[in-house]
């Protein structure tokens, strides 16, 4: 077992989560080794901040920069001691020997950072439509990832293990760019691109027994919902991409897509029609939003003079 520490940083920004929130904390404090400390950044709201110090046991940062999670993910890195930077969202709840089994991964020095499964748990029946290709609407690892520890391009932020020194490299996630009221774009999936870029010889895992349950309101089940999540991470695939430039890797998302023709197929023979038409209206809204977002740039763009 490796003798490295690990810091766990949870981001949050509003009161309305609150008991989310602390069920998050208490998954922290509970895991065995314990973590070296649970930080909770808030995200410019001095009276939930408030609300929190009046607790023990975790350390309070009160984020007043640019308003978002990535800008308060890095107010908490900030302050950890820890060699290991180790983040869960404000609606996670971390299972049993997850934190060991994230921190375990990093027996390997070439790993630069490790992420675990993601499951939903639903707040409501979870729809007989939902196709389970399409998991990371809900925050959700999806069907199709590997049942094995195995290097991946990306993990995801609700979930993730980092080395300090290779977060810091990089400036940590991108300010500005990710979740921010209802827009939601891909800072977790940039920010593993730019690490893996700036240490080459190192490289992410994906970590399946290290597992989280991620909370989906009644209001994340419907199919308006849907399509609003595919169209934004259309749009947000989009805008990583001309951050990245160069360094952009866009190969896992046209192998993804290159997969659902199979997965529409299986739910046709099964007779689950609406399924396999979610599947069909999920990609066409990352379309749009992709091609929207495109259109946005090129308008954005000057004209050589």
């Not at 993990?155 to 500005?176: I, L, T, Y």
């Not at 700036?198 to 994906?206: F, M």
Request: net charge neutral; glycine share 8%.
């Amino acid at each position: 077992m490796t003798d490295l520490t690990a810091s766990v940083v949870i981001a949050c920004h509003t009161e309305d989560r609150l008991p989310s929130l602390m069920r998050a904390i208490r998954s922290a404090q509970r895991q065995t080794p314990k973590p070296a400390e649970v930080i909770v950044a808030v995200d410019n709201n001095a009276q939930l901040c408030a609300r929190l110090r009046e607790m023990t046991g975790i350390e309070v940062v009160d984020h007043r920069g640019e308003p978002g999670a990535s800008g308060a993910r890095n107010a908490g890195a900030a302050r950890a001691s820890s060699q290991l930077l180790v983040f869960l969202d404000d609606d996670t709840e971390a299972r049993p020997g997850w934190l060991e089994q994230l921190v375990s991964a990093f027996e390997d020095p070439s790993v630069l950072g490790a992420g675990g499964m993601t499951k939903p748990a639903w707040q409501c029946s979870a729809p007989r439509w939902f196709p389970p290709e399409f998991g990371w609407v809900v925050g959700a690892s999806h069907a199709g990832l590997p049942i094995e520890m195995v290097p991946v391009r990306n993990v995801w932020s609700e979930n993730m293990a980092v080395r300090r020194e290779a977060f810091e490299k990089v400036g940590g996630f991108r300010s500005g760019f990710g979740k921010l009221g209802g827009r939601s774009r891909p800072e977790d999936t940039d920010l593993c691109i730019r690490v893996t870029a700036a240490t080459p010889h190192g490289h992410w895992v994906y970590v399946p027994t290290a597992v989280v349950d991620h909370e989906v309101p009644a209001a994340r089940a419907t199919l308006a919902f849907f399509l609003r999540r595919c169209h934004s991470e259309g749009a947000g695939k989009v805008e990583m991409s001309a951050h990245l430039g160069a360094d952009q890797d866009l190969r896992d998302e046209r192998s993804f897509v290159a997969k659902l023709p199979r997965a529409i197929a299986r739910d046709l023979r099964a007779g689950e029609f609406t399924r396999a038409l979610a599947i069909v209206a999920g990609a066409a809204a990352a379309a749009v939003g992709a091609a929207v977002s495109l259109a946005r740039a090129a308008i954005d763009t000057p004209a050589p003079s």
